[in-house]
């Protein structure tokens, strides 16, 4: 597993990156060694936060915690990871076609996802915004995210509200 370690306002010691090579192990068994994993380590003022962001073939999973320390935060990341990954078994097993899967086999306290079920359908008008007018309109309509077409680039973007606070943009990429 290729693993990048990035740090925010800090950078992290030679034992939390061993730390991290121990821990996503565990989710190398499921994946294989092709997979790639970004961990971005954050201080704050009272905690800190792990990012972490798996990619296997065009499956991504992420998880994000926050602890007292980094290893902690880091413990919690990949125990929510596997947790993703045996809830969704089934599915990741069809996308992935192969039979690393063993090791989700063992005792699970997640029940196994069966089907989507698809509860609405909506369609929406798409008409040329600047981000901060589709901001705005996500505010006044009291939603996480806003689809809107995007003036300077002519594509269809997103933009949602962060957990942490401020916004993030959605922007297509096509491989």
């Given at each position: 597993m290729k693993i990048t370690i990035t740090g925010r306002k800090c950078s992290p010691r030679e034992s939390?990156?061993?730390h991290a090579d121990k821990k996503l192990a565990k989710i190398?068994?499921?994946f294989g060694?092709?997979?790639?994993?970004?961990?971005?380590?954050?201080?704050e003022k009272s905690s800190q936060s792990v990012e972490i962001?798996?990619?296997?073939k065009d499956m991504v999973f992420r998880a994000?915690?926050?602890?007292?320390?980094?290893?902690?935060?880091?413990?919690?990341?990949?125990?929510?990871l596997i947790r993703q990954i045996r809830k969704n078994k089934t599915r990741i097993e069809k996308r992935l076609r192969n039979t690393s899967f063993e090791a989700i086999e063992e005792e699970s306290s997640e029940p196994e996802e069966i089907e989507y079920e698809l509860v609405r359908h909506k369609s929406?008008?798409?008409?040329?915004?600047s981000v901060e007018e589709a901001i705005l309109q996500m505010n006044l309509v009291g939603h996480q995210f806003y689809l809107f077409l995007n003036e300077e680039s002519g594509e269809v973007?997103?933009?949602?509200?962060r957990?942490?606070?401020?916004?993030?943009?959605?922007?297509?990429?096509?491989?």
């Amino acid at each position: 597993m290729k693993i990048t370690i990035t740090g925010r306002k800090c950078s992290p010691r030679e034992s939390f990156k061993e730390h991290a090579d121990k821990k996503l192990a565990k989710i190398e068994r499921f994946f294989g060694p092709e997979t790639e994993a970004k961990v971005t380590v954050t201080v704050e003022k009272s905690s800190q936060s792990v990012e972490i962001t798996v990619n296997n073939k065009d499956m991504v999973f992420r998880a994000q915690e926050r602890a007292e320390n980094m290893n902690e935060a880091l413990d919690k990341c990949v125990d929510t990871l596997i947790r993703q990954i045996r809830k969704n078994k089934t599915r990741i097993e069809k996308r992935l076609r192969n039979t690393s899967f063993e090791a989700i086999e063992e005792e699970s306290s997640e029940p196994e996802e069966i089907e989507y079920e698809l509860v609405r359908h909506k369609s929406v008008v798409l008409k040329p915004e600047s981000v901060e007018e589709a901001i705005l309109q996500m505010n006044l309509v009291g939603h996480q995210f806003y689809l809107f077409l995007n003036e300077e680039s002519g594509e269809v973007n997103v933009v949602y509200r962060r957990h942490g606070g401020g916004y993030g943009l959605l922007s297509p990429e096509i491989e």
